[in-house]
Structure formats: C-alpha cells, structure tokens
C-alpha cells in the first residue's frame, strides 16, 4: 500500500508542476556538462593517463541520459516559466549536474565513493572550494582540469541564474538593478537573456585576461587556465595541496588578489562600462561598501599580523598577506597562502564573520551578499530616526530611489533564514563529531560558500578529507542551499507548494 501511494503521487506532482520543460532544459544541460568532459578527456589521452577512459564513459554517460530528456520533452516550450517551475527547475538541474558531476571523480583512481565524489562536485559547483583530495601536487591534469571546470561552469551558472531566474522568483537581489536612478538594467539590454549572455561573455573575457596574467607573473600555463578558471569562479579548488601559497610567488598571490575583487563586482556593471557609462561602477552604493569592507579587513589583518607575526617579516609582505587573506574571505574564494589561523585571535574572529560577507550581488561569490547588509543599514537607520521622530516620514532608500517594502521584508526574511539555517548545520556537524570550531566555521564555509574553515582539521592547512560521511553528507546540502539563496532549496519543503 505504501508503494502504490509513492506512484500515485507522480500524477498529482505533473498537475501541479509541468515538468516536461523541466526535462527539457536538464536534458540540455546535462548535453553541454558532457561536452565539457571532453578537455579533461584530452588531456589525460595526450599524456598517456588510463583515467580519459573514465571520463569518455562518463561524457557518453552523461550525454545519452541528456539527449533522452531532451527527444522526451521536445516540442514543449520553456520560454515562460511560473513561479513553481522556476524552483524546481534549479534545484533540478544544480542537483542534477552535481551528481553526473561526480561520475568521473567516483570512476577514476582516485579511490574514493560517491560520498567524497559528490562532496567534491558539489563543492566545484556551487564554487566552494572545500576539498576532500589529497596529492593534488602528483595528480592527473585531467581531474585537476575538471574539478577548474566545474567551478568555472558553477560561476557562470550562478551568474545566468541570478539575472535570468533568481529576480522572477523574488529572492535573488538582482532586481535592485532596476532601482537604480542613474542606468536601470533594462536599459542595458531589454531581455534577461540578452544581459546573462553578455555577463557570460565578460566572464569568460576575464578568465582569459586572468590566465595571461598568472603566466606573465610565473604560473605555468596549465596551471595558470585552471587557477584562472577558479578565481573567477571564486572557487578556489588549486592544483596544489598548499594552494596559491605553494607557488611561493608574490606577483601571483597580487594577480590572484586582483581579480578576486573583480569577481566579487556586480557583472551587469561590467556590460554598463564596456558599453560606454562609467557613472555606474563608480558611484554604485553596493561597490563602495564592498571596497570599504575589504580595505577594513586588509587594515584590521594587518595590525594583528604585525603585531603577532614573524618579527622578520617586511612591511610589503605583512600587505601583501593582508590584501590576499580579506579578499579571498570576502568573496568566498577560499585559496590560502598563510595559514591565517596563526595571526592572532582578532585575525581569527575577523576571517569567522567575513566569511558570511560574501561579494556584491550578481558576482560569482557567494555569502549573504552585501547589498543585504546596505538594505539592512539602511532599514536600522530609519528606524533609529523614528525614535526620536515619530511622526517624521523616512525612506529606506538603494542607491538613492525608495525601496520596496516586499525587497526590504525578503532581505530580513533571508538573514533570519541564514541565521536559522546555520545554527541547524552546526548542530548537525556537531553530533556528527565535529569539534564546535569546526562545526561552526564548517557550518559558515558550507553555507556561504567559501571553503576552508578554521581549526586544524579544516583550516586552511587543512582539507575535509577526514570529516565523517553523515557530515559530508550535511555539508553538501548546505553548499547547495548557500549557492541557490536557502529559500529555492527550502520553499520545496513548504506542504503548500505542492498543493494545486
């Protein structure tokens, strides 16, 4: 009875959800995720390495599972979406992509399951960077390309996602874009898609720049696509085991800084400035805030590690160290250089809450995003003035035009949610054995999307290798959660969706 039940529901979930355009667009996705395989497949053949079998397997694999959706739901048009198709349709496909994403870590010789595959993968995807491999100083180019791949495609993926289906949905901030006094994005580009591709061809413009500027500054040219790939993503996934900090190189360790920051900057900005208008990128509230907290952090990292570091260090070190450690906290990059958790307690505390941070809205990065934090201001501020004014009429304004109430209720509903959220997963990482600064750091890393936590475990001298798989397990949820905004994971456990 309980088996007949399960089936009976399908029917009910296709009348409330039509989820042919839903297999429609997965199957096409999984088509290019396959295409994908195929440089990591090169690579590994040219050099000899038995692991291009596994990815051809896993390219065919992928690509007939994909091509059978697409031939299913053909014929079915997927140009306007409702509100319901549009949350099941991202949790389909970063799941989905997620899971074929892992084949070829799993097959591979890696030697390891599909708890540490789908870790890995997941982790790639929604631009994390938290590790659970080893020896990455000896390993196969093909892997090390395709964990680069997998940021690179969940970086753009969070990009097309965040213009294109987050703002339809309400929760995603790009629609304060269009509250803008001085260019609304409707104005760069009448049509979603029109600005998602465009932001993809910055993208990818930026990458190319990032890989020439790792090779001029010494990176060898391997290295160099695949660290471009995953500073762009704000990944962090390195092909070292010591990170940006086993090249032992400061023009590096400046480049990567560099365009970190630029990853972090809103990429609606970027086509504004290509086509012409400079006002924006500089007189955008969000980037000056989001270039006033890293200067913060740089200050504040480079008192404590002056004060509590090694002695001998030069002052252009002591920066250079400082500049790197805020920025790749602050817009969830994860790569380390120092080991960070050394500096100092304020070093420590400082890193634990920039973590949530995150870059600016419509960025690779992930966190709360700091235009939330404006919002929020902005929402203290006039309350505060109607303290002492009560019957004084105050705006809560962005970028100097009036918010809306339902924008400014979403931000405080997502603070409360990612509040909420953190204090679950911790408790979850702690009962699976974590000690409390691994569960709560660990908790922070998964949910904004950054990676390396602290203590000795994962720290960033260290990797998830040795977490427990129910841990893992919860990780990977909460990696996926952070990446799609909590509420597009969370809304489809609300009994009311499900009800036509």
Known sequence: MALKRQFSILPQLSAVVDLRPIGLVTGTVLIVLSVFMIPPLIADLVLDNPDWQVFFVSAC?????????????????????????GFVLTNTVWLVTSLFGALPLMLSGLGIGITDAFFEAASGLTTTGATVLTGLDNMPRGILLWRAILQWLGGIGIIVMGIAVLPMLNIGGMQLFRTESSDRSEKILPRAAQIASNSGVVYVLLTILCAAAYMIAGMESFEAVAHSMTTLSTGGLSTRDASIGGFNNSAIEWTSSLFMTLAGLPFVLYIQFLRGSFRPIVTDVQVRWYLCIIGIGVAALATEHFINGDPFQQPGEILRHSVFGAVTVITGTGYSADDYSKWGPLAIAMIFFYSCIGGCTGSTTGGIKIFRFVVLYQISRVQLLRLFQPSGVFRVVYNRRTLADATATSVLAFIFIFGLTFVVVCLLLAMSGLDFVAAMSGSIAALANVGPGLGPIIGPAGNYATVTDSAKWVLSFAMLAGRLELFTILVLFVPAFWRA
């Open 61 to 85: 694999a992928t690509c007939f599972l994909g091509a059978v959706l697409v031939l299913m739901n053909r014929g079915h048009r997927t140009g306007e979406l409702t509100i319901r198709q």
